[in-house]
T-cell receptor, first 112, second 114 residues
């Protein structure tokens, strides 16, 4: 089955760009997602990318997908303190159901 | 529009006791999912309902876990008897159909088994 991996921590300075990386194993995953979890809150969908796309941009967020290397990244431009949260990468496992396979989450800390 | 709600937000029980978690999906969402995050690890899928039917329960850890969704509205997840390794955050999510549509997550229930 699908396996998704992420690094656990990332620390950046306010105003810098953040890049959160994710790798996955199942090349048949059709959709890949980035969710954000702030303290005490549920998971909020930030963006998603379809597997036939290489890049998707949405305001300060840029998602890059390298299908050959099964590598997904989320770039946050001009990172703000409000971006401090846990970011989860998830792959849609479409083998008969539509469950998400999540990574461990990357805790982003933005330093003022 | 109300989001996915979960109750309680936090539960502390002793090993061997029973706990029931509740999830109210977004109105009109036929698909309801349960996930669990244990000790800072990845969020793992538990099961998926389509209306009142269990579509996929491949992620349920063992028979101490029982999920129901009577009437196809809210869902409950009962753990009986609870063990220490059941501690974690239990998330519920709902979606409008079973395709790529976004799954909307609730805030989670933090379960602590002592």
């Amino acid at each position: 089955g699908e396996d998704v991996e992420q690094s656990l921590f990332l620390s950046v300075r306010e105003g810098d760009s953040s890049v959160i990386n994710c790798t996955y194993t199942d090349s048949s995953s059709t959709y890949l997602y980035w969710y954000k979890q702030e303290p005490g809150a549920g998971l909020q969908l930030l963006t998603y990318i379809f597997s036939n796309m290489d890049m998707k941009q949405d305001q300060r967020l840029t998602v890059l997908l390298n299908k050959k290397d099964k590598h997904l990244s989320l770039r946050i431009a001009d990172t703000q303190t409000g971006d401090s949260a846990i970011y989860f990468c998830a792959a849609l496992e479409g083998s008969g159901t539509y469950k998400y396979i999540f990574g461990t989450g990357t805790r982003l800390k933005v330093l003022a | 529009e109300a989001g996915v709600t979960q109750f309680p937000s936090h539960s502390v029980i002793e090993k061997g006791q029973t706990v029931t978690l509740r999830c109210d999906p977004i109105s009109g969402h036929d698909n309801l999912y349960w996930y669990r995050r244990v000790m800072g690890k990845e969020i793992k899928f538990l099961l998926h309902f389509v209306k009142e039917s269990k579509q996929d329960e491949s992620g349920m850890p063992n028979n101490r876990f029982l999920a129901e969704r009577t009437g196809g509205t809210y869902s409950t997840l009962k753990v009986q008897p609870a063990e220490l390794e059941d501690s974690g955050v239990y998330f519920c999510a709902s979606s409008q159909d079973g395709n790529y549509n976004e799954q909307f997550f609730g805030p989670g229930t933090r379960l602590t088994v002592l």
